[in-house]
């Protein structure tokens, strides 16, 4: 089975990031605070976002859990801010409204809830990237108004700007002006969502390189590797790249430390093989992991290999994600463009030896898969990763076959619909209804699953497969199994009488739970 080397982020990433922050829904102050959220729509949020240099919008549906969670955070938050020098204003669309849906096309919305912040009346668009309580949002939003970046005069204020919370970016100049400090300041405009910008005259101040040398210098700062890096090219192409590489962990670790979270999206969306280590934390033996998966990426620097190491307390998701057991720990897992590749319960002296077998072509791929089940003969056939080959794409049989989740619950609402169809076309040896759980078993390439449930027509004569984007009743989905199996002597006829005669559900608005369970996407 062939796997993508660029995990699906609307897939993934953000079961961790939204889980890790406390959000606490407080009934009393959302009703004191109702009114400190704007609501903006299609008729004024031009006109609204126009008049303010800096504002946040949620995009939001009225039905999505998360975003009834992000609500009263959001509103404490836009409370402080309003009253703050300057004030920040906090706004909200109901992007599943159809009246909005130019809007929600627009800033590219494909999940909820999304934050986005926009400057300059709307010319410059970022995505929020920080946490979803109350005083997070003010403390990161804080940063975000006002100068990308921050002058330091002494050496308490570089300390107090200096931690080991975060990537820094100081430029020393010998003056604020020229080609350097300008390229400087426009990258730090760029990328200051994700990165803190500091300038000085005065290199001496730093708490680490050389205190000498008079600039222009980009001087990176980090809580890891080799703590600090010096750039000298101030092309703003180069600057983007020396933060983006120097700024990067060459391991990554994936724990409590919220620090570490931001790294995660590009971990997860660079076009490279992940080697993802598990274990406790905890152990003893967590140290000497640490050094063999520092000591394995630099050996293995020219394989295109993207490092991490995972708490399994803080990244519990991530190892279910994967349908990992906590008895294999501690657990290598490389996810490549052949396949998966695991080994459980190993040992520290193992992981480079077996990283090389794995680079030689000599290892097995892993598919996550359910059992075969030993009786399948309800309507609606049970599909796993091991049996899909047999019952779908080489049954020669035209099959429809759904994507779910257990936790779903639109899939809940289809299910009793997709059971009528299954009883209708039982009779019919050309046709298959069936359904595969998504979050259990590995599903092949050939289709795109970035939500459930996901419904797919596979024609008996191989053919393309065929997503369905239809209304979710019986009749609609008989409709188009018709329209597009493969035709058979008396098959049309015989599908098209039972039709006549069955009951067909309510239309159904097509909505979906992503497959990550701390969003929802419509």
Known sequence: MEVPLVLPFATFIVIFLLSSGAITAEGEATAVLEEAVLTLDAGNFS???????????????????????????????????????????????????????????????????????????????????????????????????????????????ADRSIDDKGVVLVGVFPEFAGMEYENFMAVAGKMRTDYDFFHTFDASILPRGDKAIKGPLLRLFKPFDELFVDSQDFDKDAIKKFIEVSGFPTVLLFDANPTNHKFLERYYTTPSAKAMLFLHFSDDIVESFKSEMHEAARQLSGNNISFLIGDVSAADRAFQYFGLKESDLPLLLVIASTGKY???????????????????????????????????????????????DDVVFNSGKNVLLEFYAPWCGHCRKLAPILEEVAVLFQDDEDVVIAKMDGTAND????????????????????????????????????????????????????????????????????????????????
């Open 342 to 388: 695991l080994n459980p319960t190993m040992e520290p002296d193992q992981l480079i030896p077996w990283m090389k077998q794995y680079i030689y072509g000599n290892l097995t791929p892993y598919v996550k898969s359910e059992p075969i089940p030993k009786v399948n003969d309800q309507p609606v056939k049970v599909v796993v990763a091991d049996n899909i």
């Open 443 to 522: 599903i092949p390439s050939d289709f795109e699953v970035e939500g459930y449930p996901n419904l797919y027509f596979i024609p008996s004569n191989g053919g393309d497969l065929l997503s369905y984007e239809g209304d979710r009743t019986a009749q609609e989905i008989i409709n188009f199994i018709n329209k597009n199996r493969e035709p058979k002597a008396g098959a049309s006829a015989a599908v098209e009488e039972v039709t006549q005669t069955s009951a067909v559900g309510e239309e159904d608005t097509p909505e979906l739970c992503t497959t990550r369970s701390t969003d929802c996407i419509g």
């Open 47 to 157: 006109e609204v976002v126009a008049k303010h240099e800096f504002i946040v919008v949620e995009f939001y549906a009225p039905w999505c859990g998360h975003c009834k969670e992000l609500a009263p955070e959001y509103e404490k938050a836009a409370s402080v801010l309003r009253k703050g020098a300057p004030p920040v204003v906090l706004a909200k669309v109901d992007a599943y409204d159809e009246s909005n849906k130019e809007l929600k096309d627009k800033y590219k919305v494909n999940a909820y809830p999304a934050i986005k912040i926009i400057r300059n009346g709307g010319s410059d668009v970022s995505t929020y990237g920080g946490p979803r309580d109350a005083d997070g949002i003010v403390e990161y939003l804080k940063k975000q108004v006002g100068p990308a970046s921050l002058e330091l005069r002494s050496a308490g204020d």
